[in-house]
């Protein structure tokens, strides 16, 4: 086997369970047909550096299982009597958008019946701390919604709130935390709120050099891409230093992150060229609010989330020949929160 077909087989076995029984499972060939869209001299490269990336950054639903079952005996969480913790915990089901709260609150609740033969709906007590369960925390706006709602309108006047997810990214974190206090604050309310993840990945500004998202430190000789970072006036865009040493070993070595903001950096532009007024949360590294894109590499075996590179997840093999949708392969086509992608979102 040559070290393409090694590496396309690499890769769909990391992802061979995502969204498993909702799409066909991944194989070498759904693989190679997503990076035959790149330069036939990148595609190698590419395939080597998403593979090592992939390894580190996908979460497969055995992880995610391991994850949540670890917390239900973790002392520093629980204390030393975590069937007395549980039994009084609120396990919260407040979220608003999408079902990653429902599916992981199902995940959850069979762990807790097998470890401490506890049914999660009968769990909950006045003395009880209340917690949050989901997946992944990216920009923390989804977290902050839920909980600055329930916080208002149904926290006590004292407690302890626990966020739970696989990984936080560090910006998302502390803006929510530091909203739902200034929020408690605001109501009168004494509760303290923490976070706890497997995984945290920096993308805070102040500590660019060292983030674990894709943030360029150069820039491709691209007009339009060279337009669309000029165009940007309210957050324009900062480049990292090379070289930056990093917590989480996401990529594998400088060139082959460099390689990856490159590629995916590009197909995102290319992407984006195929509406004729795409919105301007959808930036090519991912959707935000500025720069090119929030960069994150962080996927699921639920869901791949539009905070990722537009390149993973952007596209319909079966959208109408005409529609732009029909002029990218996904390599993780995403649902959305209503299971399914509204075409009309995309003019053309």
Same mark, same amino acid.
């Given at each position: 086997?040559?070290?393409?077909?090694?590496?396309?087989?690499?890769?769909?076995?990391?992802?061979?369970?995502?969204?498993?029984?909702?799409?066909?499972?991944?194989?070498?060939?759904?693989?190679? =047909? $997503?990076?035959? *869209?790149? !330069?036939?001299?990148?595609?190698?490269?590419?395939?080597?550096?998403? #593979?090592?990336?992939?390894?580190?950054?996908?979460?497969?639903?055995?992880?995610?299982? +391991?994850?949540?079952?670890?917390?239900?005996?973790?002392?520093?969480?629980?204390?030393?009597? @975590?069937?007395?913790? $549980? *039994?009084?915990?609120?396990?919260?089901?407040?979220?608003?958008?999408?079902?990653?709260?429902?599916?992981?609150?199902?995940?959850?609740?069979?762990?807790?019946?097998?470890?401490?033969?506890?049914?999660?709906?009968?769990? !909950?007590?006045?003395?009880?701390?209340?917690?949050?369960?989901? +997946?992944?925390?990216?920009?923390?706006?989804?977290?902050?919604?839920?909980?600055?709602?329930?916080?208002?309108?149904?926290?006590?006047?004292?407690?302890?709130?626990?966020?739970?997810?696989?990984?936080?990214?560090?910006?998302?974190?502390? *803006?929510?935390?530091?909203?739902?206090?200034?929020?408690?604050?605001?109501?009168?309310?004494?509760?303290?709120?923490?976070?706890?993840?497997?995984?945290?990945?920096?993308?805070?500004?102040?500590?660019?050099?060292?983030?674990?998202?894709?943030? @360029?430190?150069?820039?491709? +000789?691209?007009?339009?891409? *060279?337009?669309?970072?000029?165009?940007?006036?309210?957050?324009?865009?900062?480049?990292?230093?090379?070289?930056?040493?990093?917590?989480?070993?996401?990529?594998?070595?400088? +060139?082959?992150?460099?390689?990856?903001? =490159?590629?995916?950096?590009?197909?995102?532009?290319?992407?984006?060229?195929?509406?004729?007024?795409?919105?301007?949360?959808?930036?090519?590294?991912?959707?935000?609010?500025?720069?090119?894109?929030?960069?994150?590499?962080?996927?699921?075996?639920?869901?791949?989330?539009?905070?990722?590179?537009?390149?993973?997840? $952007?596209?319909?093999?079966?959208?109408?020949?005409?529609?732009?949708?029909?002029? $990218?392969?996904?390599?993780?086509? =995403?649902?959305?929160?209503?299971?399914?992608? #509204?075409?009309? #979102?995309? @003019?053309?």
């Amino acid at each position: 086997m040559n070290e393409r077909d090694s590496l396309l087989a690499s890769i769909a076995d990391t992802i061979k369970d995502y969204r498993k029984s909702e799409i066909p499972e991944p194989t070498p060939d759904h693989v190679n =047909r $997503w990076v035959s *869209q790149f !330069g036939t001299d990148v595609q190698v490269p590419l395939l080597r550096e998403l #593979d090592h990336v992939f390894k580190q950054t996908y979460f497969s639903k055995k992880e995610v299982e +391991d994850f949540f079952s670890y917390q239900i005996n973790n002392k520093k969480l629980v204390g030393e009597n @975590p069937h007395d913790f $549980w *039994q009084a915990a609120h396990i919260l089901n407040i979220q608003g958008n999408g079902n990653s709260q429902k599916e992981i609150r199902k995940l959850f609740g069979e762990a807790l019946a097998k470890e401490l033969k506890l049914k999660i709906d009968k769990c !909950g007590s006045t003395s009880g701390a209340f917690i949050y369960l989901d +997946d992944v925390l990216f920009s923390g706006t989804r977290v902050n919604t839920d909980l600055m709602n329930w916080l208002e309108k149904e926290a006590s006047k004292k407690g302890v709130c626990h966020i739970l997810v696989m990984a936080a990214h560090r910006l998302g974190e502390w *803006q929510c935390l530091k909203s739902l206090k200034e929020a408690a604050s605001k109501a009168s309310k004494e509760l303290e709120i923490h976070c706890w993840a497997a995984k945290r990945i920096e993308n805070r500004k102040s500590y660019r050099n060292q983030s674990e998202v894709l943030w @360029p430190a150069e820039i491709p +000789d691209d007009k339009d891409l *060279q337009a669309y970072i000029e165009g940007e006036k309210k957050f324009p865009f900062t480049p990292r230093a090379l070289g930056g040493k990093l917590e989480n070993a996401i990529f594998s070595s400088e +060139d082959g992150r460099k390689l990856l903001e =490159r590629e995916m950096l590009l197909a995102g532009m290319r992407i984006r060229s195929f509406s004729q007024s795409p919105s301007r949360a959808l930036r090519p590294l991912g959707f935000s609010a500025f720069g090119l894109g929030f960069g994150s590499m962080i996927v699921t075996y639920r869901n791949c989330p539009n905070n990722t590179p537009l390149a993973l997840w $952007w596209g319909d093999p079966e959208a109408p020949s005409n529609h732009p949708f029909s002029r $990218w392969y996904p390599l993780l086509p =995403r649902k959305t929160y209503n299971e399914e992608v #509204d075409l009309d #979102d995309f @003019p053309f």
